[in-house]
């Protein structure tokens, strides 16, 4: 029994087709056994149900008829859309998106109980369909004010700014509803450089354009950023000193433009006057 334990736990699944790209897998997983002798998995790019064989997909592809996300688009801006799933009213689709995601994030443990979820999915859409680029996914209700659960950008699409994109989309979802928010724990090496970016480049933003003093609870109410991730992203910029007892920011002009600088390139906006959205009741 002990052999066949550990013998299971190679990675199986080594590569996925997703619509144009064949994409390389990052981290095991445990898939049902009638996939144990399978190294490829063929995903539909619309409803994300997978199958074994390429011939299997493309009958599917016949019959299929989804072109995008199930749920709503509450985003359009040029080719980019994003669709909000409902994990309740989507199961099948959820979990097919919960199993995609896993082969690509190592210390999460899967989300079988999708119905407790909404699931913000990015598409990138031509004449053919809504094309998947990344999702997050977040909690209908959290106690520990967690406002994104699993950030995934697909690996075709990394290092173009979508993670950014994502995650500031998790933010404007927070300001609509009026509360701060925080990605849960733990975060990934990429999902903390991600996060780190994103907090330094939107915090100096507001630092060089603000005259005066300005406080980490004003910055949390303007960003939806809660307090304890500002205090440490200024702490990493070196931009807090302690006195009286209290944390004060001292934002120098000429260190505010050296971080900045540093800070690199500020990625995809969200515009804001184009997500159209209510709060999950
Ligand atoms: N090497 C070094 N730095 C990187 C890399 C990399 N491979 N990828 C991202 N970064 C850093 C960079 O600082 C980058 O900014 P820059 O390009 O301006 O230098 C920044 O992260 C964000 O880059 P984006 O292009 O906006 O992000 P991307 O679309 O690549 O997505 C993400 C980032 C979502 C973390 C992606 O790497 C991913 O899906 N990883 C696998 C899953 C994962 O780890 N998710 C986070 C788990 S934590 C959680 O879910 C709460
Ligand atoms: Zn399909």
Redesign the pocket.
Known sequence: LREHEEFTKVKNIATVELGKYEIET?YFFPFPPEYNDCVKLFFCEFCLNFMKRKEQLRRHMRKCDLKHPPGDEIYRSGTLSMFEVDGKKNKVYAQNLCYL?KL?????TLYYDVDLFLFYVLCECDDRGCHKV?Y?SKEKHSEEAYN????????S???????????AFSYELSKKEGKVGT????????????Y???WTRVLLDILKKHKGNISIKELSDMTAIKAEDILSTLQSLELIQYRKGQHVICADPKVLDRHLKA???G?LDVDVSKLIWTPYK
Do not use: M, N
């Open positions: 990052w995601a690509f994030l190592d210390h999460k990344g997050f994104l659960a699993c950030i995934l950008t697909l690996p699409y990394q290092r173009k700014g979508y993670g950014k994109f994502l995650i990605p849960e724990r733990p975060l990934s090496d990429l999902g903390l450089l991600s780190r970016g994103y800070a690199g390139r990625g």
